[in-house]
């Protein structure tokens, strides 16, 4: 059982998308002893067909699989909404392969072969920016230019239109935000929003940033809110 799960309370559930059966099966018997309900799929298209019918709170994600490689299924799961946290899984460790997974949308991206320690662990730290309980929480709303954020309902709109986001988009945001007007070098960006012990490059937080401007900037050339602080990180003025 999950600590601090109340008895009865339903399951995360996370979705395998990996073709060696060995790593599978590790990672199932694993997720389960954490308390976590797993699905599974052996090729692309199974995979994105049960994230689209089942929804589950995670997807880990092989990229070389047979059908629909891993980098397609996560390009199409973004287009089609499902905003779920995606985590890569991938042989390939090279830095392009790296920033392209990110670029399509993923939460993050594990090496192969990899710690089952540590991926167990980005797995909870991936839950955890799910929506948190709101109850009893002041109703916090930020607004710049046409945009408004939403602290309870995790929500953002531009000029009334909502805005998709994941979940680690939205805490890049909303950790930009708290910080106005201060320069955030990306460790501490890192640290705030990936936790302590994430181990990413500057890249990561570079390709969330472009993502985030090209979805609320007038003009994502010329970022007026999301300013880039040069030999230092970001800041967020607005």
Known sequence: MIAGRAAGATKRRVLIIEDDP??????????????YEVLSAENGEAGLELARSERPDLV??????????????LQAARKEGLLMPIIVLSARTGEMDKVAGLELGAEDYVAKPF???????????ALR????????????????????VDEAA??????????????????????LIQ?????????????????????????????????LRAKLEPDPQRPRYV??????????DG
């Open 22 to 35: 060995s790593i599978s099966l590790g990672l199932t018997i694993n997720l389960q002893g954490e308390g």
């Open 60 to 73: 880990i994600l092989d990229v070389m699989l047979p059908k629909m490689n891993g980098l397609q299924v």
């Open 115 to 125: 710690s089952l320690a540590e991926l167990l662990a980005r797995v909870r730290a």
């Open 129 to 148: 920016r799910g929506p948190p309980v709101v109850e009893a929480l002041p109703r916090s709303v930020h607004a710049f230019g046409e945009v408004s």
């Open 154 to 175: 995790r929500t953002v709109t531009r000029a009334g239109v909502p805005v998709e986001m994941t979940a680690t988009e939205f805490d890049l945001l909303l950790c």
């Open 179 to 211: 910080a106005r007007g201060v320069a955030l070098g990306r460790e501490a960006i890192f640290s705030r929003v990936w936790g302590p012990n994430h181990h990413g490059t500057p890249r990561t937080i570079d390709n969330f940033i472009q993502r």
């Open 227 to 236: 300013q880039t602080v040069r030999g230092i990180g970001y800041r967020f």
